[in-house]
């Protein structure tokens, strides 16, 4: 008699309409939440394999074939743009393997799991950090005892267990299983690496800010962190055994704690690694001497969210970093020869077409080298989206729409239709200005940065076309 439960994680992704900038500039990174998982659940003596479709790129029929008819639990994360399709699939799952049970996570399903599980659409819904309660629901622990869990009794009724009071401790957690994913498939978000293969990693869960945009239900306030050890180890493995040659650090703000980011740089510099990096940090979490180690760590990029030029609007959503800080950092990165990638939010609350005219040109003439401008989306769970829903500016909730580059918010005076604009504007002004293109002519960088730099242009020019962005 089998002991072990078969676990098949399967992870969807999203499909992006050709308007979306994303589709062409999106990471392909590895799904570290099931990798993880994976790994906890082998330690553990269950069985699992993990289905990356949209790395992989396949077709739903393809999907099918490679689940094995033994798997007793199909496990699939999703997000609120994702969550349309996997509702859809798993429809497809429950003709094709009606004897596993439906197991859901990630953020959108934890806000939304009673109405899963009691729709049918799946058995089981993990709300949360997933590592403790898959554990259990493997091991064949009640299921009424098992924290996080949302799941229906015999009788039919829905039942939501308490949440657990615990966070997982990161540092007790195994390597994610890397060897059960495709590797040689993924790669860093455009513009993100220097060198290739690239691959994204995460070392911490958590962000010191509060923004009204984001949510933190999933991994609680307080910032967790593996240590500088393990993640050198982390790192040790991808570069030794898969060849990678560029590491992203998709933290929240990975310069969260600045001693641990020094001693994972020390740790870099005497071991020689020669790998080169780019991270996430807030503009309040960088200093002089701490940029100074990064660099010669081999970090050559820092993405900052700048979101807005406008103080009221930053207040608005709850950045609690002004314009002069902002710009004291990017001169700081700037003179340690790190490279910037900024992030700008167009249509948040208290927005005009004149702000947003402000946010572009403040772009432009910040200095970075890189800018990523996504329209404000209000996500379930989020404080903005229940501002949203109580001052009658949400336009709708089709989720498939959620894609940062549709205006979900109708704000008065500014139509979604005028943010879109503007977003369509932002890319065009920022990056085919002449003085842009002349920089990276002639500005001294590596081959191999140019070669990756002048492809990802001609691959934009193409999409931008193609996409009837307002420059046919």
Not at 82 to 95: D, P, Q, S, T, W
Not at 170 to 187: G, S, T
Request: net charge positive.
């Amino acid at each position: 008699m089998r002991t072990d439960v078969k676990f098949t994680f399967i992870n969807l992704g999203r499909k992006f309409a050709k308007s979306n900038i994303w589709g062409l500039i999106n990471s392909t990174t590895p799904p570290l939440g099931l990798a993880l998982l994976a790994a906890i659940l082998d330690e553990a003596g269950h069985t699992t394999e993990i289905i990356d479709a949209a790395a992989l790129e396949l077709a739903d029929s393809k999907i099918i074939d490679l689940i094995d008819r033994c798997t007793d639990i199909i496990g699939i994360p999703a997000t609120t743009v994702e969550i349309e399709n996997v509702k859809r699939f798993a429809g497809h799952l429950r003709m094709k393997f009606p004897k596993a049970r439906i197991l859901f996570g990630g953020v959108h399903p934890s806000i939304f799991h009673e109405t899963f599980v009691e729709s049918g659409v799946c058995d089981l819904v993990i709300r949360g950090e997933a590592e403790t309660a898959v554990v259990e629901l493997a091991d064949g622990k009640p299921l009424s005892g098992i924290a996080n869990l949302t799941w229906r009794s015999p009788e039919g009724r829905v039942v939501a267990n308490p949440m657990s009071d615990r966070f997982v401790d990161l540092e007790r957690l195994p390597p994610p299983a890397f060897h059960k994913l495709p590797m040689n498939v993924y790669r860093s978000a455009l513009g993100a690496a220097k060198r290739q293969p690239s691959v994204g990693i995460i070392t911490s869960r958590g962000c010191p800010g509060a923004c009204t945009f984001c949510y933190s239900g999933m991994f609680g306030k307080k910032i967790r962190f593996i240590s500088p050890e393990k993640t050198l180890a982390q790192i040790l493995t991808l570069k030794e055994k898969y060849g990678v040659r560029e590491i992203s650090f998709y933290d929240d703000t990975f310069t969260a704690n600045p001693g641990r980011v020094k001693e994972i740089c020390e740790l870099l510099i005497s071991r020689n690694m020669k790998i080169s990096w780019s991270c996430f940090a807030r503009v309040d979490t960088v200093r002089k001497d701490l940029l100074a180690v990064m660099k010669r760590a081999g970090c050559h990029q820092i993405m900052y969210g700048f979101e807005s030029s406008n103080e009221d609007v930053l207040k608005a959503i709850n950045k609690k970093v002004g314009l002069k800080r902002a710009e004291e950092a990017v001169a700081l990165t700037r003179e340690a020869g790190i490279d910037i990638r900024g992030a700008f939010m167009l249509g948040n609350p208290g927005e005009t077409e004149a702000t947003l005219k402000a946010t572009i040109d403040y772009a432009k003439n910040l200095g970075i080298q890189y800018a990523i401008f996504n329209i404000t989306t209000p996500y379930p769970g989020t404080e903005l989206f229940e501002w949203a829903k109580q001052n009658g500016v949400l336009s709708h909730t089709n989720w498939d729409s959620y894609d940062l580059s549709h205006a979900i918010l109708e704000l008065p005076g500014l139509p979604g239709t005028s943010v879109e604009f503007y977003y369509r504007k932002a890319y065009r002004e920022f990056y085919f200005r002449l003085s842009y293109i002349l920089e990276w002519l002639f500005v001294k960088r590596c081959k191999d940065e140019k070669k990756l730099y002048f492809e990802a242009f001609s691959r934009t020019l193409k999409k931008m076309v193609v996409s009837k962005l307002g420059i046919a």
